[in-house]
């Protein structure tokens, strides 16, 4: 065996470094107020993904390195520049959770586990790196797997809660449903194609074979779940409110734009000659995934509750870019994961630093925000309106394109429907911005001071939604890569 | 002579057992056992498939191997999670996780 190929790997083994490195700091820097170890503890997984997030995106997408598409292990391991910007995406969203995390990993409960948050979130995020990149449908289930298992550990990390623990239960249990149906999918398309490279079993596939399109089904449900699509949307708000709010935020945005573009990336290489199926499949999931999350979110009054269907919201815009399969919808998607992540991130780093400095998680708290901390309140808004997707913030370029990519790809239709639940959206985002502006409380949240990591991940946050829309470059970036896959 | 149609007879009727029994159990370790059935019948599959479509190749008993390793892992921090709800609620019926609706 030729073990010089591992070298095409990377992403992965640069980011397993990291792991190695955390697992054994984490041994030596324990933490400890007495001697007043563990002060790195913070700052030292955020440095490593940092230097890991340059490392990759130097070696990845530099033009001078630059080879279109790069293989190992015969075909297992494939991998495109696209796929490392997708990562590097992805790498922000994690060093933007980091930063927010530090508050709550501070609380004396959670300072003996500080390091399991790290090594734990990079585990998923290893797993995440290992779908992207899956050539063959082994690497692509351990890799899914990957991502979701240490996920649960992390729902239920705050042990003695009840609605922690409850929600790590639904989330398990419906994780581990999707996966059996995922791959009881999988196993048909053994059956018909009689391989598992994706590269072969393109060729393999017909429309006329009902197996295979019976194996189509399960397997966008259980990619569905993943991604929290509609009928497969029932864990996700009980998951989101029960979770730390940190974990809430990661699931929300990293794990499920891995999984969308993993569905881009296998509906567009193995299922390429069932796009009329899909196509069909993935109009009427997108239509009831906007529509009934966000006519549930209207009535939410919890605001982790009410993140949850704007996330469920958000990815049925998010896999839009999927119908077609084209180039623009590739890039309209990262453009849209990346918008997506720093806006949401951004409202879940204020509901972070709410709920640990006041305890306080309902919509009805945040009334008369603005008179005590104006300058969260704004931020929160800048978010707010971009999430929703009004002009001057990236939100509104990120559906501009999207919705631009559906309408080449040839479904007007669809777009016009997501357009009207846009301004359906409009109306519960401003919801939170009336609460915080207009409506007077008697007792508000108490002025407080937010702790210098978060405010670094804010400054990320807000610059991201002012300038990712304004600046073309950004949209330029994404779509330079997005040539093949 | 045994063929195919067996074999997916038995998956599928265990496929569809324990959706029936992921949707009514009220138990949550029955649930798990439930799901442990439908991830065994993808396993029979590709051990089934391998066998008698494909004899030249090994990647279906790969895959099984695989994913049995996968699905205890799974198991094991499911279990987790029940002996910690076990320790919240002192229950782990599935009418007593209902702390957060709609």
Redesign the interface.
Known sequence: MDYSQFLHMTDELSLIAVIVILFIADLILCPDRKSGKGVLNTPLPIILLLAQTVFMVTLGVCPSYCTPTVEAFGGMYQHTPMMTVVKAVLNIGTLIVFFMANGWLRREENQIKQGEFYLLTLSTLLGMYFMISAGH??MF??GL?LAS?PM??LV?FT?????S??????Y??TA??S???L??G???L??TC???YFDDMAARISTSNYVQLAALALFISGLGFKISLVPFHLWT??TY??APTTVTSYLSVISKGAAAFVLFVTLVKVFAPLIKDWDLLLFWIIILTITVANIFAVRQNNIK?FMAFSAISQAGYLVLGVMGGTAQGMTAMVYYLFVYLVANLGVFAIINVTEQHSGKVLISDYDGFYQTNPKLSFIMTLCLFSLAGIPPFAGFFSKFFMFLAGFKAGFPVLVFIALVNTVISLYYYLLIVKAMYIKQSNQPIATFRSDCYTQIGLAICAIGVVFAGILSQVYDFFDFFSYSL | MITIHYFLIL?VLM?FI?IYG?LTRRN?LA??IS?EL??N???L??AA??RL??PE?Q??Y??SL??IA?SA??TA??I???I??YR??KNNFVEH?D????
Do not use: C, H, P
Not at chain 2, 99 to 102: L, N, T, V
């Open positions: 449908f082994i289930f351990i797997e298992v649960t550990a239920a042990k003695k809660n009840k609605e623990a409850e929600a790590a239960a639904k398990i249990l581990l449903f996966s059996a149906l791959l009881y999988i196993s048909l053994y059956g009689g391989t598992l708000a009980d409110q029960g509750r | 998956s496929l324990g992921f949550t649930i798990l799901i439908m991830l019948a993808a396993d599959n590709f498939f391998n479509l494909f190749g990647e279906g790969f895959f695989f994913s996968i892992a799974e921090i499911a987790a999670v029940m910690n709800i919240n609620i996780l702390k957060m609706k709609w």
